[in-house]
C-alpha cells in the first residue's frame, strides 16, 4: 500500500466503567481510506471504543484527532462518522426511504437530491427498488444492507461497523463476506471495522488492532498477524494452539530454546521464561525434516481443504493442520512430524 | 407463546361446546342485570328529555381544566418517564413504588390530603397564621382550578411514569443514537426518532390521563366546589340534591359516550404499543449518572417528583395526629402532637340519625369489601378462565372487550342506573346491603380479570396435557394444574378487588344508604362540615384509608411480575 495520509489519531484512550477499565490505553492511527479491523473476543472493549471515536461516550482520558483536530468537544452529529451498529438499529417507523435518508435530511438536503442520494445508495448494496418497503418486512441480510446504505448514504469521512456481519446466519455472512469489500472499495472509503471473527478480519482488513481486555496486543497486517504473532493470546485469539512454556539461554554463543518436547537452536532475541509456539501449519508428516517428533494420532477431523490431526507424543500434545488430499493417517497409528525448528518454532513474550 | 395449533383442537374438543357456554352464563348474566339493563334505563329516561346546557358542559368537560391537568401530568411525567427509563439512581424502587400510591388512593383520600397540605385547615396555612398572627387563613386554595389540576397531576402523574416509562426502558438506546451519527443533533434524534416510537405509549397514557380527569368525581366535588361542575359533579347534584333523574340521566349518557370513546381509543393505542419494535433488555438500555449536570437535573426532577406525589401523603398523616385550638385572640395555634382525632373515631360525634360512629362506618366497609371480594371471585374468576382459554372463538372475541366495558363507565353513572332500576320491581334491591358489593364488584371487574387473564394464558397448554395424559379430569386439571400456578395472580385479583372497593367513593355517594356510610363517605360527610373535631376526624380516617390502601398497592406490586403496557 502506497503512503497516504494519516486521518484518525487515537492517543492513550482510557474509558472505565467503575473500577474496571474497558478501555486502556489505546493508540493507533488510520491512513485515508485504509480498512483497520479492531479484532478482539468479546468484552475486550471494542465497541466502546467505537461509541468514544463516534462522541456517544466521552473518554476519561486521551485524545481522538481527525486530521490533527481534537474531537473532544465536537458533538456527534457534527463529526461526520458514520456508525453501524451491531443489530443494525433501523427506525422501525420509517421505511426504507426514510431510513437510508435520514442523514441527507438531517444536512438539509431537497427532496430529489435525497431521493438521488437514497437510490445510489441502495444500488451500492444490490438493493435497487427497496425504497417503499418497510424494515419490519426485510429479511436479516436486506437489514444488513439497507444498515449499511443508511450509514454510506452522508457519506461520512470515517465509516464504522460494530460486528456487521454478527448477526447474520453462516451462510449470508459468508456472501457478504465477498460483497463488503468490494462495496468498500469502491469507494475508497476509511473504515473502522470492528470484530470477533478472524476469518471476517482476514477478508476484509488492510490493518488489525488487535486487543484484548482494554488493552492493544498486537497492531499490523493479517499477514504479520497470522506469521509472526508476539504473544501467547495473539497465537491463540488465531488459532493457534501448539503453546508451551520454555526457556532461552545462550548456549555456545548462540540461542537455544528448552521446551517439554526438546531443545532447538532459535533466532530470538528474548531470554528467560517465555511460551514456545509450535506452527501446526508448519510440519510435515514425511519424516524427513531437520526436526522429528514421534508420535500416535489421537484425533482427526477433514475441514474440507485440511485435514486436523492431534497427535500425542510421549511429552506433549500436538495439534497440526495437513493438506487434505494426502493420505489421511488413521486414529491410534504412529506418525513422524517433521519441522524446521528455525521456521515453524515461534518464540513468544 | 409456541402452542402448536394441533394441540389447541384437541383442547378446544375436550372441553366442549356446552361448557363454553357454562362457563360464560354467571359474568354475562351479571353484567347483564346489573350493568347493561341500568345503563339501558339510562338511556331511555335520557331519550325522554332534552336539556339545554348539556352540551357546553360537556364542552367544558372536554376542552378546559381535562386537557389543562392532562398536559401537565404530561410535562411532569414525560422527564420522570425518561429519567426512570434511562439511568439507574439510588432509591429509584423506593420512589417508584411511592409515585404509584397517589395513583391507587381513593379520591376523597387525595382530597384529604390536599386539604391537610393546603386547605384552611392545612399545614401551609396553619405556618401562615401562626408566623403572621392572622386569624383567618391567608391561602385560599380550595375551590380553585389550582387545587383540581394538582391533585390531578398528583395522582396521575404515575401513568405516564409507568406506561412511557416502561416503554421507553425496552427501547433501544442506539436508535437515537443512530440518529446523531447520521447528523441529528439530540434534539432531531429525540423528535425524529424517539418521540415517534415512543408517541403510541404517550398517546394511550394521556387518554388514561385524560378519563380517568374526566371521571375523577370525589376530587372535583370536594376541591373545586360548585364553581368546577363537571359531567360527574352535576349527574350527582341532579340526582341527590334535585332529584331530577332525566337530566341526571341525559348527562350519564353523554359521559358514558365520551368514556367509551375514550376507553376504545385507548384500547386501540395500547395495541399498538405491541408493534414490532425488537425490546431491548433494561440491563443494556440504562446507565448510572455520570456527569455533574446530568446529576443535577436528575436531583432537581425527583425533588419536584417527592414534592408533587410525596408531600400530599406525609401532610395527611402528620396532620392526622396534630392538635389544633384557636387562642383568646382567634389565631389558631398547634397544640401538639396527640392520638385525639384516633380516639375520637369511636364516638357519636353528633347524635343525629345520619351520624354513626366511624367505627361502624370502618366496620361497613370492611363488610363490603368481603363481599366484593366474594362476588369478584364468583363471578371474575369464570370470565378469566373463559377468556384465558385461547380459543379463537367468534364467542370470546365478541365477549372480550364486552367484559371489559365497565372501565369506561364512571362509577357516578352506575350509581345512577342503579338507583333508576333497582330500586323498582322486578328488581327492588335499594334497600338491600348486596347492592354497593355488586356496585363495587363491577368497578373493580376489569382490574380483577386483566390481573388473571395473562397469568392463566402463561400457563403451556402441555403441561394440562400432560396431566390429562397422566389421568386428571378436567376439575383437577384445574384444582392441581391451574390454581397452584396462577395463585400470586390470583391474590393480586384478590386484593385489587379488596383495594378498590374499600376506597370507593362515586357509586358508594350515590348508593351508600345514611344509616350504612362506608369510610370514603364518611370522610366526605366530615370535610364537608366545618369545625376542627371534624377536620380532624377526616384526616385520621383518611390516613388510615391511606394506609389500608397504599398497603394493597405494595402488596400488588410486590406480588407482581412486570409486565409492559399491562394495565
Given at each position: 500500500m502506497t503512503e497516504r495520509e494519516t486521518v484518525l489519531q487515537i492517543r492513550d484512550l482510557v474509558k472505565r466503567f467503575g473500577e474496571t477499565a474497558a478501555l486502556d490505553d489505546i493508540s493507533f492511527e488510520m491512513q485515508m481510506g485504509e480498512i483497520v479491523a479492531v479484532l478482539g473476543p468479546s468484552g475486550c472493549g471494542k465497541s466502546t471504543l467505537l461509541h468514544l471515536i463516534a462522541g456517544l461516550e466521552r473518554p476519561d482520558r486521551g485524545q481522538i484527532l481527525w486530521q490533527g483536530e481534537d474531537m473532544a468537544d465536537v458533538p456527534t452529529h457534527l463529526r461526520g462518522f458514520g456508525l453501524m451498529f451491531q443489530e443494525f438499529?433501523?427506525?422501525?417507523?420509517?421505511d426504507v426511504r426514510g431510513n437510508v435518508g435520514f442523514g441527507l435530511r438531517m444536512q438539509g438536503l431537497r427532496d430529489d437530491q435525497i431521493e438521488a442520494g437514497v437510490s445510489e445508495a441502495l444500488r451500492l448494496v444490490d438493493?435497487?427498488?427497496?425504497?417503499?418497503?418497510?424494515?419490519?418486512?426485510?429479511s436479516g441480510g436486506e437489514r444488513q444492507r439497507v444498515a449499511l446504505a443508511r450509514s454510506l448514504a452522508p457519506r461520512p469521512r470515517l465509516l464504522m461497523l460494530d460486528e456487521p456481519l454478527g448477526a447474520l446466519d453462516r451462510t449470508l455472512r459468508e456472501r457478504l463476506l465477498l460483497d463488503l469489500p468490494a462495496i468498500l472499495s469502491e469507494l475508497d472509503q476509511t473504515v473502522l471495522y470492528v470484530t470477533h471473527d478472524q476469518e471476517e478480519t482476514f477478508a476484509i482488513a488492510d490493518r488489525v488492532v488487535l486487543l484484548n481486555a482494554g488493552r492493544v496486543v498486537q497492531i499490523g497486517t493479517p499477514f504479520e498477524l497470522y506469521h509472526n504473532p508476539h504473544t501467547a493470546f495473539a497465537a491463540r485469539f488465531l488459532g493457534l494452539t501448539n503453546l508451551f512454556p520454555a526457556l532461552v539461554r545462550d548456549a555456545d554463543g548462540a540461542a537455544q530454546v528448552e521446551t517439554p518436547f526438546g531443545t532447538y537452536p532459535t533466532e530470538t532475541r528474548l531470554r528467560g521464561q517465555v511460551t514456545a509456539l509450535l506452527r501446526g501449519?508448519?510440519?510435515?508428516?514425511?519424516?524427513?525434516?531437520?526436526e522429528v517428533l514421534h508420535g500416535r494420532v489421537k484425533d482427526r477431523s477433514f475441514r474440507g481443504q485440511a485435514l486436523r490431526l492431534k497427535v500425542q507424543t510421549s511429552q506433549v500434545e500436538l495439534a497440526c493442520t495437513l493438506d487434505s488430499d494426502l493420505d489421511a493417517p488413521e486414529i491410534g497409528q504412529v506418525v513422524e512430524l517433521s519441522f524446521d525448528p528455525l521456521h515453524a518454532l515461534q518464540v513468544l513474550a | 407463546m409456541n402452542a402448536n395449533p394441533s394441540s389447541l383442537r384437541v383442547n378446544k374438543r375436550g372441553t366442549g361446546f356446552q361448557t363454553g357456554w357454562l362457563l360464560w352464563l354467571p359474568p354475562l348474566t351479571f353484567l347483564v342485570v346489573f350493568f347493561f339493563y341500568p345503563l339501558a334505563r339510562i338511556f331511555s329516561i335520557s331519550f325522554g328529555r332534552g336539556d339545554q346546557g348539556i352540551f357546553s358542559l360537556l364542552l367544558q368537560a372536554l376542552t378546559s381544566e381535562n386537557t389543562l391537568s392532562m398536559l401537565l401530568t404530561l410535562a411532569l411525567g414525560l422527564p420522570g418517564a425518561y429519567l426512570f427509563a434511562r439511568y439507574r439512581f439510588r432509591g429509584k424502587t423506593l420512589l417508584r413504588a411511592l409515585s404509584g400510591i397517589p395513583f391507587v388512593l381513593p379520591t376523597v383520600v387525595v382530597a384529604a390530603a390536599f386539604n391537610a397540605l393546603l386547605g384552611p385547615n392545612g399545614w401551609l396555612n396553619m405556618f401562615l397564621m401562626n408566623q403572621f398572627n392572622l386569624a383567618h387563613p391567608p391561602f385560599n386554595f380550595m375551590h380553585t382550578l389550582g387545587a383540581i389540576l394538582l391533585a390531578h397531576v398528583f395522582y396521575n402523574t404515575t401513568i405516564v411514569l409507568r406506561m412511557v416509562g416502561d416503554f421507553w426502558s425496552h427501547l433501544d438506546p442506539h436508535l437515537a443514537a443512530a440518529a446523531e451519527t447520521l447528523g441529528a443533533t439530540r434534539w432531531q434524534a429525540f423528535r425524529r426518532v424517539s418521540l415517534p416510537l415512543l408517541s403510541p405509549a404517550i398517546m394511550a397514557a394521556s387518554l388514561l390521563v385524560f378519563l380517568f380527569d374526566f371521571t375523577s368525581f370525589g376530587v372535583i366535588l370536594l376541591l373545586g366546589g360548585?364553581?368546577?361542575?363537571t359531567l360527574e359533579v352535576e349527574i350527582y347534584t341532579q340526582t341527590v340534591n334535585l332529584f331530577n333523574l332525566p337530566t341526571a340521566a341525559s348527562l350519564s349518557l353523554l359521559q358514558l359516550v365520551c368514556t367509551l370513546a375514550i376507553s376504545v381509543l385507548y384500547t386501540r393505542l395500547a395495541k399498538r404499543i405491541a408493534r414490532p419494535i425488537t425490546l431491548r433488555p433494561v440491563l443494556l438500555t440504562q446507565k448510572g449518572l455520570a456527569s455533574s449536570r446530568q446529576k443535577l437535573a436528575a436531583g432537581v426532577l425527583i425533588a419536584a417528583l417527592l414534592i408533587v406525589l410525596v408531600t400530599p401523603l406525609a401532610a395527611l398523616g402528620a396532620r392526622s395526629f396534630t392538635r389544633y385550638g384557636t387562642a383568646p385572640r382567634g389565631e389558631v395555634v398547634q397544640q401538639g402532637w396527640t392520638l385525639e382525632n384516633y380516639r375520637q373515631l369511636s364516638e357519636d360525634p353528633q347524635s343525629s340519625i345520619f351520624f354513626v360512629p366511624p367505627t361502624q362506618a370502618i366496620r361497613n366497609s370492611l363488610l363490603y369489601a368481603a363481599a366484593t371480594v366474594l362476588l369478584s371471585l364468583l363471578i371474575g374468576a369464570p370470565s378469566a378462565w373463559a377468556l384465558a382459554?385461547?380459543?379463537?372463538?367468534r364467542l370470546a372475541r365478541i365477549l372480550d372487550p364486552l367484559l371489559m366495558l365497565p372501565l369506561g363507565a364512571s362509577a357516578v353513572t352506575l350509581g345512577l342506573g342503579f338507583i333508576v332500576t333497582l330500586s323498582?320491581?322486578?328488581?327492588?334491591?335499594?334497600?338491600?346491603?348486596?347492592l354497593l358489593p355488586i356496585a363495587h364488584t363491577l368497578v373493580a371487574f376489569p382490574f380483577f380479570v386483566r390481573s388473571l387473564v395473562p397469568a392463566l394464558q402463561s400457563i403451556q397448554p402441555n403441561l394440562k396435557q400432560a396431566a390429562a395424559a397422566l389421568g386428571a379430569a378436567p376439575r383437577q386439571v384445574m384444582l392441581y394444574i391451574d390454581l397452584p400456578l396462577v395463585g400470586r395472580a390470583l391474590l393480586v385479583a384478590v386484593v385489587f378487588a379488596f383495594t378498590i372497593s374499600i376506597g370507593e367513593f362515586g357509586a358508594s355517594a350515590l348508593l351508600a344508604r345514611p344509616e350504612f356510610p362506608t369510610v370514603p363517605v364518611a370522610i366526605f360527610r366530615f370535610l364537608s362540615r366545618p369545625g376542627a373535631i371534624n377536620f380532624g376526624m377526616a384526616m385520621a380516617l383518611s390516613t388510615l384509608l391511606m394506609l389500608v390502601t397504599a398497603g394493597g398497592m405494595l402488596a400488588i406490586e410486590r406480588l407482581r411480575l412486570a409486565e409492559v403496557g399491562e394495565f
Open positions: 438499529a433501523l427506525f422501525p417507523h420509517l438493493l435497487e427498488g427497496y425504497e417503499a418497503r418497510q424494515v419490519d418486512t426485510l501449519d508448519r510440519m510435515q508428516l514425511d519424516g524427513e525434516g531437520p | 360548585p364553581r368546577f361542575a382459554r385461547r380459543t379463537s372463538s323498582q320491581p322486578p328488581l327492588d334491591l335499594r334497600t338491600s346491603p348486596v
